[in-house]
């Protein structure tokens, strides 16, 4: 089973950045696809950012082209979200998934394996 601890997440204003991590666990981690999606308030999960097994390929929400960047370190067995440009639109709980298969898409059943979700607040 793989298990999956977000952090990084705060309060910070319109334009700051934030960074995210992902920290996994499991024998598998290496060969699965990773995701960050995302819940603001009063609004059903949203897809962000997906990144293959071996950090070869990314996609991205239009919302989240251009200001925020996806990576994998698969030695520290850790996912990351680099968050820039920050809007009040942002805010949300970020979660970090793990695919069933070594590369995946937006959609949420393409991810067995869910954190728990890290708060980002972004103020006018």
């Known amino acids: 089973q793989v298990q999956l601890a977000e952090s990084g997440g705060g309060l910070v204003q319109a334009g700051a950045s934030l960074r995210l991590s992902c920290a996994a666990s499991?024998?598998?981690?290496?060969?699965?696809?990773m995701g960050w999606f995302r819940q603001p308030p009063g609004k059903e999960r949203e897809f962000v950012a997906t990144?293959?097994?071996?950090?070869?390929?990314?996609s991205y929400a239009a919302s989240a082209k251009g200001r925020f960047t996806i990576s994998r370190d698969n030695t520290a067995n850790t996912v990351y979200l680099q968050m820039n440009s920050l809007k009040p639109e942002d805010t949300a709980v970020y979660y970090c998934?793990?695919?069933?298969?070594?590369?995946?898409?937006?959609?949420?059943?393409?991810?067995?394996?869910w954190g728990q979700g890290t708060q980002v607040t972004v103020s006018s």
């Open positions: 990144i293959n097994w071996r950090g070869s390929s990314t």
């Open positions: 499991g024998p598998t981690f290496n060969n699965l696809a």
């Open positions: 998934a793990a695919s069933q298969y070594g590369s995946a898409g937006a959609d949420t059943r393409g991810y067995a394996y």
